[in-house]
């Protein structure tokens, strides 16, 4: 286990490390003055000069570099060219803010996707499992950009039951001091934090949904599938046989079995996830790290740009490396197969 | 299995207790006030700025002015001067301060002394004198009083004592009181503007803004929300509301929704057809004949505009009725002149620019402009009251200039560096608009087309023409209406021979918001204001 | 000259053809493949097809209902959007950015990536090893967000839409590819092969190709529905194809503005682009199951 932990660390720090001098290079990539790009402040400015010696701008491409580095670790990430505010503290906000909805995606996901995929797999080739899994398919090839639009205007507009957009009605007056806005609304000194904490989940309702509808309809599918596979298996028939119900069938045996295939397709899932997050972001304006990065784009802000991609593309890594470490951890055939290649 | 069970009856019960319509409503909501602007404000200074964005967050809210202007009376009222007269036929303006106002009392700021006198010298100076320590903090561009000259006008501002100002004039002029009531002539506090010099962040002065307006700033963020207080110490009739806030939405689809939702109070620029088409009853629209103009610019600094001929053949291009129809919905009236009908010195042109493509190509052969000839239209990001979608009135254009042999290629940024990117000129020609800070007619001219707009960006068709530019310093100097009638009437027929710019529409103004919200102002010239804003719910 | 068949001879189907004849049993896969090969058909005639010009405007006729409506007029079968535009046209030109291009781009990809990762998997050196490992870490970065970060480099616009998404699944292919040609070459037909002296481009084009020819089908289908909601979704962010250019994404993002006064005019690129993606789904998930059946037996 420590022999696989410490390689897969290896392979994660190579990872992260290609990322940073691929982000370095980015400054060279975008039009215009590199330091301007790598600290947000303009050739005009007085602080340019600052700038300029604090990241080495006379000095060779190594020990640039390093001074990049040094500024990456030190989150001194330079400040948005649009606004003129820290970059870091705004991409800790908004990461945490994606975040957020993106946990509660994934465990929405988890929470209707298992069951509906066991239960048709319980009745497998039964109309339920047909109507189920006709379902899925359809649901899996939604655009997210169009079902959005259509929940808003059933839910939010035609029944006026939840809010278009936005993270909390901004009347509360919570300030986004860590971005999530659930763990904000507890930190104020509001006297009104019940409310608060109601109308927050109301306006959550939407963008989970939206976010979770894919990965729930992947999950399922791969449920149903695993599941039926293993219930063909002769030991399964076995117990049948014995007069185990199928429920307790699909319960005990089917489901820890199909655990483990999920687990690995929960990095994909993740990833998945966090790429529609730019778009449900983006329509629910929610003040996410997707939506950061898309304005950046559109306007062009370099340092906001490279933070944002950094982020979203360690954060991937990073969540590749837990579920790997997790799968290793909990099925040691994992580790075998893994050095039966190295 | 197990799980589930558990939480979903949760999830359930959240759902309906957050969605049940029985509830409440909560005190936060019931004092405050959801204002969903269509964008961010560059700063929080209007002496700055020409972006109505900015304007509108920033004027009426936070700051006052010397005088105002009542719309209803068409007459100037006392604000931070409780009078004033004319010395020395009118070359000379004494304005006598009212006391006892305090500035803001902020996080960042608490003033230990009343308004006086040397706010409104230091407020002056910053625009009017390049030597003070503030003049080039932010740019050192004052558009709005470069391009009414405002700064040449004023000679100097004078102390005379405590509670009583000077402004010495170079020339007696007509539309200075005009000026000084308009939205970018704001009182900032020279106490707090000290105390940032000494600890060396002046920029702060202008981002995190200290006034004697009805509200106090406390925070913004970009893309999502500015947050005001109300001020409790504010010397007239203040707001009934505790908080405002804006809510940054630029799409106005998602502001309509938002208005029927009840998440906004109060949005500008509604898409008014499509609210009539939903007939909602809590919604009020209110609309106001407002004096502005959208128009399609031609950068006369580059070539081919450079050729009156080009620009002429360009707008007999452009089916502008159908413009009227499909994006203004028939709510505006085309323009065959920059001055909106209702001014006193319109005047109907001679040239009338109908829609003619054969006449269109014909013209552009004529200047030697080849068909398959590419350009650039820079349609605004935003709405705003001359132009209710510039992107789909940039399409509307797209086809008929092809319909000519012209491939126009649409081109669009975030609403501030759209903005600063047209005043460097990067683009062929622009749909962007006007509207008046004041009544006087001269404010369509000149800031708009003097050569002195040129350097300060607010010219979109770098159009310097010296002839042009005579009758607008004719027409100002003088105060008969009758022989400033003439000369407008002649600057109108030398623009449209010109054509620097194609005017397109006169537009109604409107403003959409929830039939418990009251007092909320929407002056005929400048930004919208909250200063009586209130609620009158029912419980 | 032709060689007569002198001897009786078994006639052996290919793995493709094995897989296709499960597949030719299932009804929704068959009726999925004929909505796509309609809609091949229909995407390359669109040119003739339309009616009007996409960009024409008729300002007589401006958010006109579907002509199955009270107020449609049969001249305009789908309606026409706020412009005047004939919906009909649109939808039809949009076919071609929509679902002609994302097959261009697949098909290229997969070119690219099918040969990259023949060699990986032939070719066993540690430097493969590495780049194995640093290329399963890149496959975890979903192609959407690698098409993102190409963009925000290249700047928004069309032809670096289709530059990002084409270099985007790339990965994915040499992957399925490695992986594949790996576990077939360690295979007793392969090794039997090898061991008759057959060369290694003879042993990858006419053994391991044609066993591995399902698994990369499979891999086309997926591919083309991710590049298809790709391009439709950079549209729809305003990334991708910029106006008048008529794509179903890029329709749906400036028809919301219209909702109400003209539900049409977002419904049906809508449904285009839903009927499309499900349509490959369907197929993409038979050919699988088709696959899993021929292993199984």
Same mark, same amino acid.
């Given at each position: 286990?420590?022999?696989? #932990?410490?390689?897969?660390?290896?392979?994660?720090?190579?990872?992260?490390?290609?990322?940073?001098?691929?982000?370095?290079?980015?400054?060279?990539?975008?039009?215009?003055?590199?330091?301007?790009?790598?600290?947000?402040?303009?050739? #005009?400015? @007085?602080?340019?000069?600052?700038?300029?010696?604090?990241?080495?701008?006379?000095?060779?491409?190594?020990?640039?570099?390093?001074?990049?580095?040094?500024?990456?670790?030190?989150?001194?990430?330079?400040?948005?060219?649009?606004?003129?505010?820290?970059?870091?503290?705004?991409?800790?906000?908004?990461?945490?803010? +994606?975040?957020?909805?993106?946990?509660?995606?994934?465990? #929405?996901a988890l929470l209707t996707g298992l069951p509906l995929g066991a239960?048709?797999?319980?009745?497998?080739?039964?109309?339920? /499992?047909?109507?189920?899994?006709?379902?899925?398919?359809?649901?899996?090839?939604?655009?997210?950009?169009?079902?959005?639009?259509?929940?808003?205007?059933?839910?939010?507009?035609?029944? @006026?039951?939840?809010?278009? +957009?936005?993270?909390? /009605?901004?009347?509360?007056?919570?300030?986004?001091?860590?971005?999530?806005?659930?763990? /904000?609304?507890?930190?104020?000194?509001?006297?009104?934090?019940?409310?608060?904490?109601?109308?927050?989940?109301?306006?959550?309702?939407?963008?989970?949904?939206?976010?979770?509808?894919? @990965?729930?309809?992947?999950?399922?599918?791969?449920?149903?599938?695993? +599941?039926?596979?293993?219930?063909?298996?002769?030991?399964?028939?076995?117990?049948?046989?014995?007069?185990?119900?199928?429920?307790r069938v699909v319960t005990r045996h089917a489901v820890p079995n199909a655990i483990q295939g999920i687990i690995q397709q929960l990095t994909f899932i993740f990833g998945l996830m966090l790429a529609n997050s730019v778009i449900v972001e983006s329509i629910f304006n929610w003040p996410g790290i997707g939506s950061w990065l898309l304005k950046a784009i559109i306007e062009r802000d370099y340092p906001v740009i490279q933070a944002a991609l950094l982020i979203l593309v360690a954060t991937t890594l990073v969540v590749n490396f837990i579920f790997d470490i997790y799968r290793g951890w909990r099925f040691p055939i994992v580790r075998e197969e893994r050095y039966g290649t190295a | 299995m197990i799980k589930l069970r558990s939480t979903f009856p949760v999830i359930v019960t959240l759902l309906v207790t957050a969605c049940g319509g029985e509830r409440e409503i909560p005190e936060p909501l019931r004092e405050g006030l959801v204002y969903c602007s269509e964008g961010n404000p560059e700063g929080f200074n209007p002496q700055l700025v020409t972006s109505g964005t900015t304007v509108d967050a920033t004027a009426a809210q936070l700051y006052d002015r010397l005088i105002d202007y009542d719309a209803s009376s068409q007459q100037f009222v006392p604000a931070l001067a409780t009078r004033w007269q004319p010395l020395d036929e009118g070359t000379r303006y004494r304005f006598y301060l009212r006391e006892d106002v305090s500035f803001h009392e902020t996080d960042y700021f608490s003033p230990s002394r009343k308004f006086n006198a040397d706010d409104v010298i230091f407020s002056f100076n910053r625009w009017l004198d390049p030597t003070s320590l503030y003049h080039n903090v932010g740019g050192g561009d004052y558009p709005f009083f470069t391009a009414t000259g405002l700064d040449k006008l004023i000679k100097r501002v004078v102390k005379v004592d405590r509670y009583t100002v000077d402004i010495i004039l170079r020339n007696a002029d007509s539309s200075f009181l005009a000026n000084l009531a308009t939205d970018f002539a704001v009182i900032l506090s020279a106490e707090y503007a000290g105390q940032l010099a000494v600890k060396e962040t002046p920029e702060q002065l202008d981002t995190q803004p200290v006034g004697t307006g009805p509200y106090r700033f406390r925070r913004f963020r970009k893309d999502y929300f500015i947050r005001y207080n109300r001020n409790p110490d504010y010397w007239r009739q203040g707001p009934g509301i505790e908080h405002l806030v804006y809510s940054i939405t630029p799409n106005a689809n998602k502001r309509m929704l938002k208005l029927v939702t009840g998440e906004c109070d109060v949005i500008p620029y509604p898409l008014v057809s499509k609210l009539q088409s939903l007939n909602q009853k809590q919604i009020k629209v209110q609309s106001e004949v407002s004096p502005n103009v959208g128009f399609w610019a031609f950068n006369t600094d580059k070539e081919p505009f450079n050729d009156p001929t080009v620009r002429q053949a360009l707008a007999f291009a452009i089916n502008r009725q159908a413009i009227i129809d499909a994006i203004y919905y028939g709510n505006a009236e085309l323009a065959d002149s920059i001055l909106p009908p209702t001014s006193w010195a319109y005047t109907t042109t001679s040239q009338q620019y109908e829609y003619n493509p054969e006449k269109a190509r014909q013209l552009l052969d004529q200047a030697g402009v080849e068909p398959g000839f590419k350009m650039t239209i820079w349609a605004m990001p935003v709405q705003r009251v001359y132009n209710p979608n510039a992107r789909r009135m940039a399409e509307l254009m797209q086809s008929d200039l092809a319909q000519v042999g012209v491939e126009a290629r649409i081109v669009s940024y975030e609403w501030n560096s759209f903005r600063r990117r047209l005043s460097r000129g990067e683009h062929d020609t622009a749909l962007v608009g006007w509207y008046a800070d004041n009544a006087d007619p001269d404010n369509f001219f000149r800031p708009l087309l003097s050569c002195a707009a040129v350097s300060t960006g607010s010219n979109r068709a770098n159009w310097c023409h010296r002839g042009f530019d005579q009758i607008l310093v004719n027409a100002i100097s003088t105060t008969d209406t009758e022989k400033r009638k003439q000369l407008y009437h002649s600057a109108q027929q030398l623009l449209n021979q010109q054509l620097p710019l194609l005017p397109i529409a006169h537009s109604m103004r409107y403003q959409a918001q929830q039939d418990y919200v009251t007092g909320v102002e929407l002056p005929p010239y400048g930004g919208i204001s909250f200063r009586k804003a209130g609620k009158e719910l029912q419980q | 000259m032709a060689q007569p068949d002198l001897y009786y001879k078994d006639n052996n189907p290919s793995p493709l053809q094995l897989v296709w004849y499960s597949f030719r049993g299932r009804t929704a896969a068959m009726f999925a493949l004929w909505v796509l090969i309609a809609l091949l058909a229909v995407t390359l005639l669109s040119p003739i097809l339309i009616p009007y010009s996409p960009a024409q405007q008729f300002s007589d006729a401006i958010s006109l209902p579907p002509s199955w409506t009270q107020q449609g007029n049969i001249q305009f079968m789908f309606g026409t959007d706020d412009l005047g535009r004939d919906m009909l046209s649109r939808m039809l030109i949009g076919s071609l950015y929509s679902f002609a291009l994302p097959l261009t781009i697949v098909i290229v990809s997969s070119t690219f990536g099918i040969f990259i990762g023949a060699l990986a998997g032939v070719d066993r050196n540690f430097k493969y090893q590495l780049l194995g490992h640093v290329f399963d870490r890149v496959l975890t970065i979903p192609s959407f967000l690698l098409a993102l970060v190409i963009i925000a480099i290249l700047g928004p616009g069309l032809g670096n839409a289709i530059i990002a998404i084409t270099l985007s699944l790339i990965p994915q292919f040499i992957y399925v590819t490695r992986n594949a040609v790996h576990s077939e070459w360690?295979?007793? =037909?392969?090794?039997?092969?090898?061991?008759?002296?057959?060369?290694?481009? =003879? *042993?990858? =084009?006419?053994?391991?190709?044609?066993?591995?020819?399902?698994?990369?089908?499979?891999? *086309?289908?997926?591919?083309?529905?991710?590049?298809?909601?790709?391009?439709?979704?950079?549209?729809? *962010?305003?990334?991708?194809?910029?106006?008048?250019?008529?794509?179903?994404?890029?329709? *749906?993002?400036?028809s919301l503005d219209e909702v109400y006064l003209s539900p049409w005019s977002m419904v049906l690129p809508g449904i285009a682009l839903f009927i499309t993606i499900t349509s490959i789904n369907v197929v993409g998930d038979s050919l699988r199951r088709s696959i899993k059946q021929r292993m199984d037996n």
């Open positions: 286990m420590t022999r696989f #932990l410490i390689n897969r660390l290896l392979y994660l720090v190579l990872a992260i490390w290609l990322l940073t001098i691929f982000s370095f290079c980015l400054n060279w990539l975008f039009p215009g003055d590199v330091i301007t790009n790598m600290s947000g402040i303009r050739p #005009l400015s @007085p602080n340019y000069d600052m700038a300029f010696q604090l990241r080495g701008g006379d000095s060779n491409l190594f020990i640039q570099y390093s001074y990049y580095l040094q500024n990456l670790i030190n989150f001194d990430w330079g400040v948005s060219l649009v606004s003129q505010k820290p970059v870091w503290a705004e991409a800790t906000r908004t990461f945490m803010a +994606t975040f957020e909805i993106l946990l509660l995606g994934l465990l #929405l239960l048709a797999a319980a009745r497998y080739k039964s109309p339920v /499992d047909k109507v189920i899994i006709s379902t899925a398919i359809g649901g899996y090839s939604i655009p997210v950009f169009w079902l959005a639009q259509l929940l808003i205007l059933l839910f939010a507009v035609k029944i @006026p039951w939840l809010p278009i +957009t936005g993270q909390i /009605d901004p009347l509360y007056l919570i300030e986004p001091k860590t971005g999530s806005i659930l763990i /904000d609304v507890m930190l104020s000194q509001s006297e009104h934090k019940t409310d608060a904490l109601y109308n927050a989940l109301a306006h959550m309702v939407l963008p989970v949904v939206v976010l979770a509808s894919l @990965p729930s309809m992947l999950l399922l599918r791969m449920m149903r599938n695993t +599941t039926v596979e293993v219930m063909q298996k002769p030991y399964v028939k076995a117990v049948r046989a014995r007069g185990l119900s199928p429920f | - | 360690q295979k007793d =037909y392969v090794t039997a092969s090898r061991l008759n002296g057959c060369s290694d481009t =003879y *042993l990858m =084009y006419r053994v391991i190709l044609p066993n591995i020819t399902p698994a990369l089908v499979m891999q *086309l289908t997926v591919a083309l529905s991710v590049a298809i909601m790709d391009i439709a979704a950079l549209s729809f *962010l305003g990334l991708g194809v910029q106006a008048p250019t008529p794509e179903w994404g890029s329709m *749906l993002s400036r």
